[in-house]
């Protein structure tokens, strides 16, 4: 019986913006390595996507927010070379329980995504209005912009009480453009607006916004060149109607620029039609036995068929190099229901089942969280239910080979 497993992405890197110099970082402790500056990179200045991961990093680790207990969380580092997860402070003699701490993070629900950008780390805390009674400030949406080993250097963004940010997001060398959800207005409108916040000096400024009203939703689906993707979600008929058919829902993709400027819709579908998703800077559509990449500019691409490709039934993960990651349900059996999981070669449209993660069973609740430039990363439950981080290099992951290497944990 063919076993699989399941997958929650939390996604790849996302590369760093233009190097900047990066200042010296505080003595490791002694039992562990400390993450190393973060690397300078040279990007091409254009929009990068992110879905909204919990997880980014480089060729030598990764950043994460980890949950220790129900309500705290604690940042750290995995670093590749010395298969080490450490909290992401300097201080070998810190409890990572308070406040001075450079990793302590004070509402879970509220964990911060890390990202390395101009040889800094900028702390995205999207917000968490839900307890923001009970949590005060700590429930807060805000950007704050650290050092390389997490040192607090200046608070970048503060948003409106019962504000947040959704998930996905996009960032350039200057800014980081976000989809800010709040409510407006004598008689409450709830918007979502496409804001802009420079990397330099945090200044906020409005590039376009949607009302969600009249069972009408808008979400950030990618980047095209220098502009955004804007997905626009109808329901038509009553609320009964809605919740018995969501099959009808309309989807729409179209562009919006730095300006404000919107254009025509490039693409439009019934939810039962079609899947579609945006993964690291591409647009890839799911319609019965075919996978497409969109592209706003020109005719789309069918770059692989297979039954495996049935909407709704397919989950997009991540890409790195030539390869898509995703899940598909079709193949799942009422002994073993869980979705199987595939890499896809975009450039020849092979489909192959990545057996190496798969044979850490079902019940290993395998999570997919970033690749290096030789390495790919993730966590795992093992048989007595212990959360293991390990990496797998690139080429056993597509040759079957389950040669997963676990990392020592300084953090519980």
Not at 31 to 38: C, G
Not at 86 to 96: E, G
Not at 323 to 345: E, F, G, M
Not at 380 to 399: H, K, N, P, V
Request: some cysteine.
């Amino acid at each position: 019986m063919k076993k699989a497993f399941s997958v929650c992405l939390c996604g790849l890197l996302l590369a760093a913006c233009t190097a900047a110099p990066v200042t010296s970082r505080p003595a490791a402790p002694a039992q562990s390595a400390a993450p190393p500056a973060v690397e300078e990179e040279t990007a091409g200045g254009s929009l990068r996507f992110s879905r909204g991961v919990s997880i980014h990093g480089d060729g030598q680790g990764m950043y994460l927010s980890l949950l220790t207990t129900w309500d705290k969380a604690t940042v750290c580092y995995a670093d590749y070379a010395t298969r080490q997860m450490v909290a992401l402070c300097a201080d070998p003699n810190c409890a990572h329980d308070s406040e001075a701490c450079t990793a302590f993070v004070e509402c879970a629900p509220n964990k911060p995504e890390v990202v390395p950008v101009n040889g800094q780390l900028l702390f995205l805390y999207r917000g968490s209005p839900s307890v923001a009674d009970s949590e005060g400030k700590a429930a807060q949406a805000r950007l704050e912009l650290r050092g390389p080993t997490g040192q607090f250097i200046r608070q970048l963004a503060v948003f409106d009480e019962g504000s947040s940010f959704a998930e996905e997001y996009a960032v350039d060398d200057e800014a980081v453009y976000l989809l800010v959800e709040q409510a407006q207005g004598e008689t409450p409108t709830l918007t979502r607006t496409l804001v802009r916040v420079s990397l330099a000096d945090g200044r906020q400024s409005e590039i376009a916004s949607f009302a969600l009203e009249n069972n009408v939703n808008y979400f950030l689906a990618g980047v095209s060149g220098e502009r955004f993707v804007i997905k626009r979600i109808t329901a038509n008929g009553d609320a009964l109607e809605i919740k018995n058919r969501l099959s009808d829902q309309e989807h729409e993709l179209f562009l919006v620029d730095k300006q404000g400027r919107s254009e025509p819709p490039f693409k439009r579908w019934l939810q039962d039609e079609g899947t579609q998703s945006g993964v690291d800077g591409r647009l890839f559509y799911v319609e019965k036995g075919a996978l497409i990449v969109l592209d706003p500019e020109e005719q789309t691409t069918v770059c692989a068929q297979s039954d495996i490709f049935e909407p709704g039934m397919v989950n997009f993960l991540a890409s790195t190099g030539p390869w898509l990651l995703l899940s598909s349900s079709v193949h799942q059996n009422a002994d073993y229901d869980a979705p199987i999981h595939y890499a896809v070669d975009l450039e020849t449209g092979e489909v192959r089942e990545l057996t190496a993660v798969t044979a850490l069973g079902q019940d290993s609740q395998f999570t997919f969280l970033g690749a290096g430039s030789e390495e790919l990363f993730g966590s795992y439950f093992d048989q007595q239910g212990t959360r293991q981080f390990a990496s797998i290099s690139r080429q056993d992951l597509w040759e079957g080979r389950a040669n997963w290497q676990v990392f020592s944990q300084t953090v519980t």
